[in-house]
């Protein structure tokens, strides 16, 4: 049986200059602030280098104890334009593909993610929930900075 191959593309405009948004994602301990789906995550720890071939690691603790890790590493970074890093969550027997894209606009940023090689459904839905509760996140982050 093949497997589908599933995309997702999220879409945010930030009332933000596209240097503050970046920096927001480049920065650890700027991410650590935004970086969870919802409430419900009590504490975010990011480490991480943003260049190319450099490792990246997030750990995020659930109010009832439950420990989420991410692991990658950066596959293409152009400051201020665009991101691009390999994506494994717990139980993912392989890599995902994350590129997050930013373009200023008159109103502040345009910012593009696009997270490819989701092996189903099921994983694009929840990895759909996390990214929109993410990225919500973000918004309030760096439009209150």
Known sequence: MET????????????APVE??????????KMAVWFKPNERWRSVEVVAEVAVGKPYHITM?????DVFHLAGEYTDVVPNRKLAFSWQGPGEPESSLVTVEFRSTSAGT??????ERLTSSG????T???????LDNLVAFVEAE
């Open 4 to 15: 589908k191959i599933e995309n997702l593309v999220v879409t945010r405009n930030i009332a």
């Open 20 to 29: 503050r948004v970046y920096q927001a994602w480049v920065n650890p301990e």
């Open 61 to 65: 603790t659930h109010n009832d104890g």
């Open 110 to 115: 345009e910012m593009v993610l696009t997270h």
């Open 123 to 126: 994983q694009r839905e929840q």
């Open 128 to 134: 759909n929930l996390g990214w929109n509760g993410c």
